[in-house]
């Protein structure tokens, strides 16, 4: 079982910035491959950035230029550095660690609020 705890969310005006963090248990993050998902009210759950075991990162093109998903293993830690906010970034922020390999974990955290309000 791997618990993922989310903070650093909060109310911010547009333009503005965060940083998301998240804080992983267990032994297997150095392997995992980590993503920030978000979801907005009526909305389905989108993936927000990923980062694999390499470093290699992907962006949603909503957040391309604006939000820097990085990792440090040694903590066990992943952060979502977001600047340039507007309010339409507002959402509930979800970390997820996934494994591709045995063994097979798939876990979420509890979700952090991001509103981007004047």
């Known amino acids: 079982q791997v618990e993922l705890v989310e903070s650093g969310g909060g109310l911010v005006q547009p333009g503005g910035s965060l940083r998301l963090s998240c804080a992983a248990s267990g032994t297997i993050f150095s392997i995992a491959l980590m993503g920030w998902y978000r979801q907005a009210p009526g909305k389905e759950r989108e993936l927000v950035a990923r980062i694999n075991s390499g470093g290699s990162t992907y962006y949603a093109d909503s957040v391309k230029g604006r939000f820097t998903i990085s990792r440090d293993n040694a903590k066990n830690m992943v952060y979502l550095q977001m600047n340039s906010l507007k309010p339409e970034d507002t959402a509930v922020y979800y970390c997820?660690?996934?494994?591709?390999?045995?063994?097979?974990?798939?876990?979420w955290g509890q979700g952090t609020q991001v509103t981007v309000s004047s």
């Open positions: 997820r660690l996934e494994t591709t390999s045995y063994p097979l974990y798939d876990s």
